[in-house]
C-alpha cells in the first residue's frame, strides 16, 4: 500500500515565498510612488489655492489700479501678478474691466517650475474721478 503525501515540499515552499516577495516589492513601490504623487498633488492644491487668494485680494486693499506687484510664496517662491486696465475710461456704471496675470514660480528638484493664472475682474470708479 502507497502512502498518501501531506503537506509541501520544501521547493513548492521556497517557490511561495519568491512569489510572495516579488508581490509585496512591487506593492512596497507602488505605494511609495502613490505617496510621492500624493505630496504632489497636495502641492499643487496649496499654490492654486494661494493663487485664488491672490487673486481675489488684487483690490481689495484700496483702488483697482494698473502695474505689476510682487512677493514670496508661503511655501517657497515668488508670485508676480500684473494687472491691466482694459478700457481707458469708466462705463456708464461707474466700473472699469481690469485683466489679471499671476505667475508663480517655485523649485523642485532643482528645476525651475511655473503655473500661470489669467482672469478678468470689475472695480468701481474711485468717487473723486469723474463718470463720463
Do not use: C, K, N
Not at 501531506?6 to 515565498?17: K, N, P, V, W, Y
Not at 486693499?61 to 469708466?90: F, M, N, V
Not at 508663480?104 to 468717487?127: D, E, K, N, S, Y
Amino acid at each position: 500500500m502507497g502512502h498518501a503525501q501531506r503537506g509541501f515540499s520544501l521547493l513548492e515552499m521556497i517557490a511561495a515565498i519568491m512569489i510572495l516577495a516579488v508581490a509585496l516589492t512591487a506593492l512596497l513601490m507602488l505605494a511609495g510612488r502613490s505617496r510621492q504623487l500624493h505630496q504632489q498633488a497636495a502641492g499643487q492644491i496649496g499654490r492654486i489655492q494661494e493663487a485664488r487668494s491672490l487673486l481675489d485680494a488684487a483690490f481689495a486693499a484700496g483702488p483697482a489700479r494698473a502695474g505689476i506687484s510682487q512677493g514670496t510664496l508661503q511655501e517657497g517662491g515668488h508670485w508676480r501678478l500684473q494687472t491691466t486696465l482694459l478700457a481707458d475710461r469708466a462705463s456708464a456704471a461707474g466700473i472699469r474691466l481690469y485683466r489679471l496675470d499671476l505667475q508663480l514660480t517655485w523649485r523642485v528638484a532643482g528645476q525651475a517650475r511655473h503655473q500661470r493664472f489669467h482672469t478678468l475682474r470689475i472695480a468701481r470708479v474711485p468717487a473723486l474721478e469723474s463718470v463720463p
